[in-house]
């Protein structure tokens, strides 16, 4: 079965083969409350592990999601192009709500991130 | 850990998210923003306001104490109306704006702003020295207010108060509540038709829970969150973002409760009619997003040149009108309907649009 993995960020990643799919988690859709835009990034964006790939505004805050993992940005949620569909992240920020797929340049980096028991914990933490 | 007004545990119960606003634990939002705010455009929103202060006044000489303190004209506003103005330092700095209710005129009963109930305090008291028959108090920790508001608030209001009379918009009445009297004032801060309550503390619970039950589906509990979403697409001020000390009235588009009064001295007078008749250097301004994204207070404002021509005081993504707004001291150079001006923020600029306030003019 599928594993969600975590970034201290509150990014969720989802590998697909050679992909990861990425959202932001539920804690994070939480803390930004309703979220009005977001900005996605072009495809074909090769990212670095940590960099910003694309900001996401609500009404409370503008913040950026970074990326879990290096790669090339392949495909993104056009949902999430248009305002009105935007709150599927606030109703299923781990299904529908995705944001963006990442092909990975680097795989192994996916060893460093938290399972979903780690970064509840954190979460709890903070 | 701050303040709690009487309701705090009324909000613990409806699963509120608790933020802190002018040193009080008050509800930010109970389930969305977005809802909340549409709750109140398409039906009612209830808000517990209590952190807001209250401070009377009374006695032979409030006309006229009112009338050298604040900047609106007193002696015009009938008896059980209530008007908006402002207390201003004599440097035209806006001190605070509040909302004031004539009950004749030798009494009067402001609402100030939370978070400078003391400030206002202080400087009510020390100005009233100079005049002879007067009684200023600050009942500010005794009460507690409710908010109900939107095109279903009379309804309910009707409903679960059944008071003797209903005022009308921009009045208020003096209402028996079992053994105490509330004050029920068609007033509020959302560009809709409703209420503002003020209570004693004691009966806050009592009167919140009849509201809710009254209303049943048709009030929605609301937040800070909506309750500034809403203020902003009616383009009202919030002190502190929109208007403060280093601003005057005329600055922030606020002439109109800038009154001459027939000749009569006020604190800041003499800046305030001198801006009024020859402009001032900045101006408050509404804009509307072009670019997707929204601004926030503090965020820089740049021309077409990339010179800093002003700054954003605030901004939302505007839940009923599904578009961002927001608004900005401009160099008044640079003020033109239509305009386009860029707004700076980390890793991005914005596009934005000078436009006219208000944004939604409303149902009142």
């Known amino acids: 079965m599928a594993e969600y993995l975590y970034t201290e960020d509150h990014e969720w990643v989802l590998r697909e083969e050679n992909r990861v799919r990425v959202g932001i988690s539920d804690f994070a859709q939480g803390e930004l409350g309703d979220i009005a835009y977001v900005e996605l990034p072009e495809i074909g964006k090769e990212v670095k592990k940590g960099e910003a790939v694309c900001s996401i505004d609500s009404l409370k805050s503008s913040s950026e999601i970074y990326a879990p993992v290096s790669g090339k940005v392949v495909e993104v949620n056009e949902k999430l192009r248009k305002e009105e569909n935007c709150e599927i992240i606030n109703k299923d920020p781990l299904g529908e709500g995705w944001i963006f797929v990442l092909e990975m340049s680097n795989p192994e980096e996916l060893e460093k991130l938290m399972s979903e028991d780690q970064y509840n914990k954190m979460v709890e933490e903070e | ?364």
């Not at chain 2, 998210?17 to 009612?44: C, Q, W």
């Open chain 2, 1 to 364: 850990m701050g303040k709690k007004t009487p309701l705090y545990e009324e909000h613990l119960r409806l699963k509120a998210k608790i933020v802190d606003f002018a040193g009080f634990d008050l509800p930010i939002s109970y389930t969305s923003m977005k809802e909340e705010h549409n709750a109140v455009r398409e039906r009612a929103g209830i808000f517990d306001v209590s952190h807001m202060g209250e401070i009377d006044i009374r006695g032979s000489d409030a006309l006229p104490f009112v009338q050298y303190v604040f900047t609106n004209d007193a002696s015009r506003i009938e008896d059980g109306k209530a008007f908006y103005s402002l207390m201003c330092r004599e440097d035209g700095g806006i001190i605070d704006d509040v909302i004031i209710m004539r009950y004749s005129s030798d009494h009067f009963f402001i609402v100030v702003n939370a978070s400078n109930i003391e400030k206002d305090f202080s400087w009510i008291q020390e100005h009233a020295r100079a005049f002879g028959n007067l009684k200023v108090e600050n009942l500010s920790e005794t009460l507690s207010m409710i908010a109900v508001q939107g095109p279903k608030a009379p309804a309910i209001v009707q409903e679960a108060l059944a008071p003797s009379s209903m005022p009308s918009h921009f009045r208020f009445t003096n209402e028996k509540y079992g053994a105490t009297e509330i004050i029920l004032s068609r007033t509020g801060y959302t560009g809709e038709d409703g209420f503002e309550i003020i209570m004693d503390n004691e009966k806050a619970v009592e009167i919140w829970s009849l509201l809710l039950e009254k209303g049943g589906e048709e009030i929605t509990p609301c937040g800070l969150g909506a309750r500034d979403t809403l203020r902003i697409e009616a383009s009202y001020m919030l002190y502190g973002n929109d208007i403060d000390e280093k601003h005057t009235p005329i600055e922030a588009g606020l002439s109109w409760a800038v009154k001459d009064k027939d000749g009569i001295d006020y604190i800041g007078k003499k800046v305030l009619e001198e801006q009024k008749k020859n402009g001032t250097k900045v101006r408050l301004v509404g804009f509307e997003a072009v670019s997707r994204g929204i601004p926030r207070h503090g965020d820089p404002v740049i021309s077409k040149d990339g010179e800093t021509i002003g700054i954003v005081t605030s901004a939302t993504y505007g839940p009923f009108l599904k578009k961002t707004i927001g608004m900005a001291y401009l160099d008044t150079g640079h003020i033109e309907m239509g305009n386009i001006i860029g707004i700076k923020q980390r890793g991005r600029q914005l596009d934005c649009k000078i436009t006219s306030l208000p944004f939604y003019k409303g149902n009142k």
